[in-house]
């Protein structure tokens, strides 16, 4: 019940928020509308990632605003990836030596390319547009449409990032190849300063990403790292979190 008092206030306080900011937030249905792109979203999982469970329905308010953003995101989506595949030289310890280019420090890691012959090592974006309208929404305190727009932001990019696994397994797959899970710097002991590896491998001219030096990425909603490739169905399977001890890890895969 108490939980149940506190989405009705919110649901209240994001639609005073919606009608007081009607017009700015027509003017940004304009902008996204003129833009351009693809893509589906999974309106469950935005609801679920800006608070509201199974437990509770959202206002119908709110479900239309979530439904226009969907049906609209992707005229703001500017995707660009880039994919190199690699020869894997050596695995010793945690370390895997990438031919002579690269030199990748994870023991999480090492443990998959060990059964590995190659790997694809990539570089993705949805572009700016997205964040700087996040930014534009926020600023003018549309908060709720700011999360909204954010959560389809992060699901879009996840959405480029299995399109490009699913083209890298269809590339090797012919060959009797098979592709592992995708692995990012800071995922588990893979420190993200490891970022540098993957864009030294990838010539970062290739794609529109620039590292900062504290190696985030800009456009933040870019997603970057591994896939093993190989004859050895094991790949496929290999979750390091099936055995892992972190029960709190958000990033724990099923
Ligand atoms: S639960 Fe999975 S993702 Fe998290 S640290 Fe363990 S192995 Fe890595």
Redesign the pocket.
């Known amino acids: 019940m108490i939980f149940q008092g506190l989405y009705n206030i919110l649901d209240l306080y994001f639609n005073n928020i919606e009608m007081f900011y009607n017009n700015i937030n027509n003017h940004i249905q304009d902008k996204i509308i003129n833009s351009f792109g693809n893509g589906t979203i999974d309106k469950n999982q935005i609801l679920s990632q800006i608070g509201y469970d199974d437990n509770y329905e959202p206002s119908a308010k709110i479900q239309s605003l979530v439904d226009d953003y969907i049906d609209n995101y992707h005229n703001l989506i500017e995707s660009s990836y880039s994919y190199v595949i690699r020869d894997i030289k050596a695995v010793r310890g945690n370390q895997t030596s990438i031919e002579d280019i690269i030199s990748l420090e994870s023991s ?1 890691l090492a443990r998959l390319l060990e059964k590995c012959d190659k790997v694809a090592i990539f570089a993705l974006t949805i572009g700016s547009h997205l964040e700087e309208m996040v930014a534009y929404l926020a600023e003018n305190v549309m908060v709720l449409q700011a999360t909204v727009l954010d959560a389809i932001g992060s699901g879009a990019a996840e959405q480029l990032a299995s399109s490009v696994e699913e083209s890298i397994k269809k590339l090797v797959s012919p060959r009797g190849l098979v592709i592992s899970r995708r692995f990012s710097p800071g ?2 002991d893979w420190d993200v300063s490891q970022q540098e590896m993957i864009f030294k491998a990838i010539e970062k001219k290739t794609v529109d990403i620039h590292l900062t030096e504290e190696y985030l990425m800009i456009p933040r909603k870019s997603i970057s790292g591994i896939i093993g490739i190989g004859s050895n169905h094991a790949i496929e399977d290999y979750n ?2 099936n055995t ?1 001890l ?1 029960a709190d ?1 958000p ?3 099923i």
């Open positions: 999480v995922y588990c390091p979190c892992c972190k890890c990033g724990r895969r």
